[in-house]
Nanobody, 115 residues
């Protein structure tokens, strides 16, 4: 079955960096476009960044120039490098398939950015 395991979150000061990882199993990883999403308690989950099977990327305007998504098909893993973090980046971050996410969502990884 589908399994998505996110890791790498933590507490960081504004201006700092974090690198998130998402290990996928039970899916045809290399043929799927993947995305990183985030959710603040009480708000809808939003798409932050996406990467196609061919490596093309796109980003939400709020993170463009600060976040970089990448993938390692040999490891079935997608990454999110987050630089110049801001307090408004505080959220739980999830990975999932792009466009049509799986019904299954992992536990996510908490990112907290302090002033």
């Amino acid at each position: 079955q589908v399994q998505l395991v996110e890791s790498g979150g933590g507490l960081v000061q504004a201006g700092g960096s974090l690198r998130l990882s998402c290990a996928a199993s039970g899916i045809m990883f290399r043929t799927n476009a993947m995305g990183w999403y985030r959710q603040v308690l009480g708000k809808q989950r939003e798409l932050v960044a996406g990467i196609t099977s061919g490596g093309s990327t796109n980003y939400a305007d709020s993170v463009k120039g600060r976040f970089t998504i990448s993938r390692d098909n040999a490891k079935n893993t997608v990454y999110l490098q987050m630089n110049s973090l801001k307090p408004e980046d505080t959220a739980v971050y999830y990975c999932n398939r792009l466009a049509i996410p799986y019904d299954y969502w992992g536990q996510g990884t908490q990112v907290t950015v302090s002033l």
